[in-house]
Structure formats: structure tokens, C-alpha cells
């Protein structure tokens, strides 16, 4: 004898098992088209932050990256992106994304190539500084990890603590990016 819950089942399953293919082969056809409706007025000021802790040698920093990607990106969209300010807030092993060739070679030795292994961070920094991004780095972690002012790219600050830095952002009026 079949049990209740095995029979009321049964539809969910063979509706579920037909549905996969058309799902999969609507995935397979290509291109689709996403109109932006979100109003953005031009005349509003933007400021985002964001978190970076995780650090990997020969990777980009991903919230160095999305920072940038913030502000390119809102000018795509036809907001001045003198308006659009980003900032990173950069603590433990990631205080290495912000430090000179010299000093990310000490940490991490070779490259692949057999050379001092080199940041790979150092254009996404530079111009997301260039852009009017602000990048400060957890004095706490640098001592740390013992990055020193001298280590740090051109432009990269130094904050007495992350948590301090994200606090005088908040003041400023920066929103906390929550990835």
C-alpha cells in the first residue's frame, strides 16, 4: 500500500521533471535583454564602501575590484561619476593587495615565472584612486603584518583601525557594501 505523503508527492516530481529540460534549453539560447528601471537622479551624490580582508597571492583584491566596478559602472549609467564615490576598507592578510612590487615579493616570494612575485593589484588601485576612490588600510593589521607607511601604493592611507575606518565612513555618509 502506497503511503499519503509518496502519492501527494508523486505531481510535485513530474512536474519537476519535466520543467528541468525547458529551464535548462531556455538557459542554453543565448543573449537576454535587462533594461535597467531604477531611477538614478543626476543630481544625487553616491557613496559606497567596501570591505576587504581576504588576500591570495597573484589574485585581485575582489572589493578593490567592485569598488572600481561601482563607480564605472554608475557612470554607464549616466551618473557623473564625480558623484559616485567608492571607498575600501583594507585589513588583515589583504593589507599585501595595497603594498609596493618590493614588499609584496618579500611576503610572497616568486611568481610563476620564477621572478619576485608582483601585486596584481597595483593598476585597480591606481585607478580607482585616479577615479576619486579612497583606500585605507587597518593600522592594526599592517603593524601586524608589518606593511609600514613607506610599503604602501601611491595614494593607499593609513587608518588608526578598519573598524575606525568604516565608522568615519558611515559619518561621511558611505553605505557598507553587504558582499
Not at 543565448?30 to 531611477?39: F, K, R
Not at 577615479?131 to 593589521?141: A, K, L, N, T
Request: charged share 25%.
Amino acid at each position: 500500500m502506497k503511503s499519503l505523503a509518496a502519492l501527494s508527492l508523486a505531481p510535485a516530481l513530474a512536474l519537476a521533471m519535466t520543467a528541468a529540460p525547458a529551464l535548462a534549453d531556455h538557459r542554453a539560447e543565448g543573449e537576454v535583454t535587462v533594461t535597467p528601471t531604477m531611477p538614478l537622479p543626476a543630481d544625487a551624490v553616491w557613496k559606497h564602501s567596501f570591505d576587504a580582508y581576504e588576500g591570495e597571492k597573484g589574485e585581485e583584491n575582489g572589493a578593490i575590484s567592485r569598488a572600481l566596478w561601482f563607480v564605472k559602472t554608475m557612470g554607464e549609467h549616466g551618473v557623473d561619476e564625480a558623484r559616485a564615490k567608492s571607498a575600501v576598507v583594507i585589513h588583515g592578510p589583504s593589507v599585501f593587495d595595497v603594498v609596493k612590487d618590493a614588499r609584496y615579493a618579500a611576503k610572497y616570494g616568486e611568481g610563476e615565472d620564477g621572478a619576485p612575485a608582483r601585486n596584481p593589484n597595483h593598476n585597480n588601485v591606481a585607478e580607482l584612486i585616479a577615479r576619486g576612490g579612497e583606500i585605507w588600510v587597518c593600522g592594526v593589521s599592517a603593524k601586524h603584518h608589518k606593511v609600514g607607511d613607506e610599503d604602501l601604493l601611491p595614494g593607499v592611507r593609513m587608518a588608526p583601525a578598519a573598524m575606525i575606518a568604516h565608522a568615519d565612513l558611515q559619518r561621511r555618509g558611505f553605505s557598507l557594501n553587504p558582499y
